[in-house]
């Protein structure tokens, strides 16, 4: 339950390690493990909470609905795997980082629709390419964290990548921006990050 505007999402709630851990716990996935090489996305709608508690439950899950019917077969059509809901945002892998760019710049399009009592959602987003550790069904680790804390700084309707994100994608199809004096709690302090376009 977000109070106010300095909790705008779940990515600034619990500390990811703690949240990634109590969710593949709870999914009972830990059946196999290692290091996967992939592409971690995650997403939130910015201010969504504030809206959500002004317009009660029924208008939030509406929303969320609508959302998610726009988002997630923009993902699964580009290759995308959905690890997990988080609240207003979710959590998704891709093969490829040019796929995992193409989805989200899709899917923020897709959501330009969406209207539910004169709201319209603005979705960020925020993409790492790594090594995560791969638990069952879900995926932890630093590269997952750094993924999180990219979508965190991200604005209204902006996708931020990570460095290894950007040095994979085709500068005829993408504008990239570096972001200045990016910083953030549980990221690298030399973490190159950019945020995305189409040409």
């Known amino acids: 339950a977000e109070l106010s505007t300095d909790r705008p999402s779940v990515l600034r709630e619990l500390g990811l390690g703690t949240l990634q851990v109590y969710e593949a ?8 493990d290692g290091e996967t090489e992939v592409t971690v996305v ?3 709608l910015v201010r969504f909470s504030d809206w959500a508690l002004r317009a009660g439950d029924t208008a939030a899950t509406e929303m969320l609905r609508h959302v ?4 997630s077969p923009v993902f699964g059509e580009r290759g995308g795997r959905i690890v997990k809901r988080l609240g207003d945002g979710l959590m998704a892998t891709f093969l490829e980082p040019a796929d995992a760019v193409d989805a989200v710049l899709e899917a923020q399009d897709a959501i330009a629709g969406v209207e539910v009592m004169g709201e319209r ?7 790492h390419h790594g090594l995560p550790r791969r638990v069952g069904r879900d995926f932890l680790g630093v590269d997952v964290n750094i993924a999180a804390r990219v979508a965190q700084a991200a604005k209204a309707g902006e996708l931020l990548v990570s460095g290894t994100v950007r040095e994979s994608l085709d500068d005829d199809r993408f504008k990239a921006k570096r972001k200045l ?10 973490l190159d990050v950019y945020s995305v376009s189409r040409r």
Not at 68 to 71: E, F, K, L
Not at 121 to 127: E, S, T
Request: proline residues 6%; glycine residues 18%.
């Open 68 to 71: 998610d019917g726009a988002v």
């Open 121 to 127: 959602p603005r979705m960020r987003a925020g993409a």
């Open 25 to 32: 716990l709870s999914s009972g996935g830990w059946g196999e």
């Open 42 to 44: 995650f997403t939130d």
């Open 181 to 190: 004096m990016f910083r953030a709690k549980g990221a690298p302090r030399d």
